[in-house]
């Protein structure tokens, strides 16, 4: 993947600045990352305010940090400070409060899945999700479990199922992507896999498939006969 130049925002003319395109043009005229850099309000000595809103969108995914309310995972994944992990949760947090009436997410399908996922086709790590489902197959969360290669010894089960727990979930479908574009499963996907599945058949809560999403493309394990 080509590293594209950084531009910071005090070497931008006036009025490309965030805050002067906002008040001049709307929001609309605003891309994601320069929204989310007036939210941040300023960078570190390490990196500009734009180079860590593009990375909490890039790195997390746009759907996903939307529902993410752990501040200390934020911290931890994105490598950021206390005021900017607050300032992402607290303002994505606001949006769902505002807008909690907006239309329910019903999974009933891998493509259902696959579709809800899209955009985890272009993320340039492995994230590791879990879509937990009511009994109408509606969506009541989404949440990124890890990111990082998918093995045996990076996912613990509890993590998996707490917010099964949590959410009151009756089934989960797990979803993780692979960078190469190739979603053709490996081993350890697998073996992560069944060994999910197992727990979830001692607390009688359904693993119900496990997409994995390349380019454009995707595998699902139980129509591969794998679960």
């Given at each position: 993947?080509?590293?594209?130049?950084?531009?910071?925002?005090?070497?931008?003319?006036?009025?490309?600045?965030?805050?002067?395109?906002?008040?001049?043009?709307?929001?609309?005229?605003?891309?994601?990352?320069?929204?989310?850099?007036?939210?941040?309000?300023?960078?570190?000595?390490?990196?500009?305010?734009?180079?860590?809103?593009?990375?909490?969108?890039?790195?997390?995914?746009?759907?996903?940090?939307?529902?993410?309310?752990?501040?200390?995972?934020?911290?931890?994944?994105?490598?950021?400070?206390?005021?900017?992990?607050?300032?992402?949760?607290?303002?994505?947090?606001?949006?769902?409060?505002?807008?909690?009436?907006?239309?329910?997410?019903?999974?009933?399908?891998?493509?259902?899945?696959?579709?809800?996922?899209?955009?985890?086709?272009?993320?340039?790590?492995?994230?590791?999700?879990?879509?937990?489902?009511?009994?109408?197959?509606?969506?009541?969360?989404?949440?990124?479990i890890s990111i990082g290669t998918l093995t045996t010894n990076l996912i613990h089960p509890r993590e998996?199922?707490?917010?099964?727990?949590?959410?009151?979930?009756?089934?989960i479908i797990l979803a993780h992507n692979h960078p190469s574009g190739d979603p053709t499963p490996s081993k350890d996907d697998i073996a992560v896999t069944h060994q999910?599945?197992?727990?979830?058949?001692?607390?009688?809560?359904?693993?119900?498939?496990?997409?994995?999403?390349?380019?454009?493309?995707?595998?699902?394990?139980?129509?591969?006969?794998?679960?």
């Amino acid at each position: 993947m080509k590293k594209e130049y950084s531009i910071k925002v005090k070497d931008l003319p006036e009025e490309e600045k965030p805050r002067e395109k906002l008040k001049k043009y709307g929001p609309n005229a605003l891309k994601n990352y320069e929204l989310l850099s007036i939210i941040l309000g300023k960078g570190t000595i390490k990196e500009d305010v734009f180079g860590i809103a593009k990375r909490v969108i890039d790195e997390y995914g746009s759907r996903a940090i939307t529902t993410e309310a752990d501040v200390e995972k934020v911290k931890k994944i994105l490598e950021i400070g206390d005021v900017h992990a607050c300032q992402v949760v607290a303002c994505f947090e606001l949006g769902r409060r505002f807008f909690s009436q907006t239309k329910e997410v019903c999974i009933r399908t891998p493509e259902d899945a696959f579709k809800y996922l899209s955009e985890m086709k272009k993320l340039n790590k492995e994230h590791f999700r879990g879509l937990y489902l009511d009994v109408k197959n509606k969506l009541i969360r989404d949440e990124i479990i890890s990111i990082g290669t998918l093995t045996t010894n990076l996912i613990h089960p509890r993590e998996v199922f707490q917010p099964a727990i949590q959410y009151s979930a009756v089934g989960i479908i797990l979803a993780h992507n692979h960078p190469s574009g190739d979603p053709t499963p490996s081993k350890d996907d697998i073996a992560v896999t069944h060994q999910i599945m197992e727990v979830g058949k001692v607390m009688d809560i359904d693993v119900l498939d496990h997409i994995i999403i390349g380019d454009d493309q995707f595998v699902s394990l139980k129509e591969k006969g794998e679960m």
